[in-house]
C-alpha cells in the first residue's frame, strides 16, 4: 500500500480481514465495523493454553518433578545431576572474557538492540575463530543466537514442518524432542552402543529413515553419555545422511571440550550440509550469558538463500542474542588464553578417571568412561538389585540414604543408568563415589548363578 499512493486511493473503503473465527469482517477507513455475519458474543470466559503449550513437555522436568527427594540429614547433599559447570564455583571463566564483558559495558556502544542475526563484526568474529580449509566460513555463515538451546530450535524449525520426522541419539539430550513434538514434528530415536563407547547403531539410524525425514541430528561428543566420535565413525555417519539426502544438525556445543581429537562434522562432509550449533556457554564456562550460534555449512548449493532467509525470519521473533554479549565476543574468542582451555579440560579428565576407577570396581554398576563433554553414564544391573523398581527408584533412594542425586538415564529415555556430572570439585567427587560405594554393597544381591559358581 505505501508504495503506490494512487492504488490505495482507488481502492475500496473497506479493508477484508480474515478473522480466527472463519469469517469476514469488513472494517472501514475511519475505523467502524460491520460484521458480514452477526455472531453471538461469549457468555462466559474460556481462556485455555495452546496446544503448542500443551505438547511442550521436558522429560527431565517430567522425571525429576515425580521423585521424592528427602536428602539425609547427616549428610551434606552433593548435585552430580546439574549440567551448569558453574554451580560449585572451582570452574571460574577466565579474566579475559570478563574484562571483556566489562569493556562492553564500559563502551555503551552496545546498549541498543542489535541486528536479529548478531552484530556484522560479531559473526566476522565467529566466522574467522571457527573457518578451516575443509570448512570456510564467512560472517553471512554465521547466526548469532540466545544460547545454543535456541540454535537447535531455528534448526529444527527451518528444516521441519509439522509430520515431519527427525532422527535424534537415545540416549540423547531431552531439548530435541521438547522442541520437536511440541511443533508436531515425530522424534524418531536411534540408538547408541554403550559396548561400542555409544557409538552409533548406523543400521537402526538407517532403517528409521522415510521421506518425512526432515533431519537428523547428531550430538558430538554426547549429552549425556560424554563420548566422542571417531573421524572414520562420523564419515560412516555423513554416507548414511548422503545416500538418503538428509541434512545433519550437528549439536557441538562440546566440541573443544575433549580429551582426544574431535573433527566437527563440516570439515569432513564433502556433499551433506550441515547446521552447526554451538556457544560459548560450556567451554567459557558461561551458559547464563546465553550466547549461541549456527554455522551454516551449505554443500553444492543445497540450502541455497532459502534456508539462509528462513532462518533470518526466525530470528525475527525475539531480535536476537544479548547485544552485550556480542560486543565483547570477538575479544572472548581472540584473548581467552590456550592455557585457561587446557586447565578445563585437565581437571574434567581428571575428575572423570577418578569416577570411572572408582565405579569399575563396584558390584553392579558399569560406568562407561567418557572422552569429552562433562559427564559420565553408568549401567545398573538391575537384577542384582531387587530392591529397585528402576533406575529412578535407585537414584531416588541414593539421595534418602546417602544424600547424592546422580540423573536416572530414564530422563534420556535409557533406562537402568544413570548420569553423573564431572564438574564438582575433586574432594566431593571421591566422597560421592565413596557414598555411591556404600549403598550398593548394602542393596547389592548375587545372581543365582554367582551362588552355584562360588559353590563349585
Not at 88 to 96: I, K, S
Not at 322 to 331: K, P, R, T, W, Y
Request: aromatic share 8%; hydrophobic share 40%; glycine share 6%.
Amino acid at each position: 500500500f505505501d508504495e503506490n499512493k494512487n492504488l490505495k486511493e482507488n481502492l475500496m473503503k473497506y479493508f477484508f480481514f480474515y478473522t480466527v473465527h472463519g469469517s469476514f469482517h469488513h472494517v472501514s477507513v475511519n475505523g467502524s465495523l460491520y460484521p458480514a455475519k452477526t455472531k453471538s458474543r461469549r457468555q462466559r470466559w474460556e481462556v485455555k493454553p495452546s496446544e503448542m503449550a500443551n505438547n511442550t513437555l521436558n522429560p527431565i522436568r517430567a522425571i525429576v518433578d515425580g521423585m521424592k527427594l528427602s536428602p539425609n540429614p547427616d549428610k551434606p547433599m552433593i548435585a552430580l545431576s546439574i549440567g551448569d559447570p558453574t554451580v560449585f564455583g572451582n570452574l571460574p571463566t577466565d579474566e579475559a572474557v570478563l574484562q571483556a564483558m566489562r569493556d562492553a559495558v564500559d563502551s555503551q556502544k552496545f546498549n541498543g538492540y542489535a541486528p536479529s542475526v548478531g552484530y556484522l563484526k560479531s559473526r566476522e568474529a565467529v566466522a574467522n575463530f571457527y573457518s578451516c580449509s575443509q570448512a570456510p566460513l564467512e560472517a553471512d555463515d554465521v547466526i548469532l543466537t540466545s544460547g545454543c538451546s535456541q540454535a537447535i530450535d531455528l534448526a529444527i524449525s527451518v528444516l521441519c514442518n509439522p509430520g515431519d520426522n527427525i532422527l535424534v541419539p537415545c540416549p540423547g539430550f531431552s531439548l530435541y524432542k521438547t522442541l520437536a513434538v511440541s511443533m508436531g514434528i515425530e522424534v524418531k530415536l536411534y540408538n547408541l552402543l554403550p559396548e561400542k563407547s555409544w557409538e552409533i547403531d548406523l543400521q537402526h539410524l538407517e532403517s528409521l529413515i522415510d521421506e518425512r525425514t526432515s533431519c537428523l541430528i547428531v550430538t558430538n561428543p554426547s549429552n549425556p553419555c560424554g563420548s566422542v566420535f571417531t573421524k572414520e565413525h562420523l564419515q560412516k555417519i555423513i554416507k548414511v545422511a548422503s545416500r538418503h539426502c538428509v541434512p545433519i544438525l550437528a549439536d557441538e556445543i562440546y566440541g573443544d571440550m575433549v580429551s582426544c581429537d574431535c573433527p566437527s562434522m563440516a570439515s569432513l562432509s564433502s556433499d551433506v550440509p550441515i547446521l552447526s550449533c554451538g556457544g560459548l556457554a560450556k567451554r567459557w564456562l558461561v551458559p547464563g550469558w546465553r550466547m549461541g550460534w549456527i554455522l551454516i555449512h551449505d554443500r553444492n548449493d543445497v540450502f541455497g538463500s532459502e534456508i539462509r532467509q528462513g532462518l533470518m525470519k526466525l530470528t525475527q521473533r525475539i531480535l536476537g542474542a544479548c547485544s552485550i554479549v556480542q560486543g565483547a565476543l570477538e575479544s572472548i574468542l581472540n584473548n581467552t588464553p590456550q592455557s585457561f582451555y587446557n586447565s578445563t579440560i585437565r581437571f574434567l579428565k581428571s575428575n572423570s578417571e577418578i569416577c570411572f576407577s572408582e565405579l569399575s570396581t563396584v558390584p553392579g554398576l558399569n560406568p562407561v568412561m567418557p572422552s569429552g563433554a562433562m559427564y559420565l553414564m553408568v549401567g545398573i544391573d538391575m537384577d542384582h538389585f531387587p530392591d529397585f523398581k528402576n533406575d529412578v527408584d535407585f537414584t531416588e533412594r541414593l539421595v534418602t540414604e546417602q544424600s547424592v542425586f546422580c540423573l536416572p538415564a530414564s530422563a534420556f529415555e535409557y533406562p537402568n543408568f544413570f548420569r553423573i556430572v564431572v564438574t564438582v570439585p575433586e574432594e566431593m567427587m571421591v566422597e560421592a563415589c565413596a557414598r555411591i560405594r556404600e549403598f550398593c554393597q548394602r542393596y547389592y544381591r548375587p545372581s543365582s548363578c554367582d551362588s552355584n559358581d562360588l559353590d563349585q
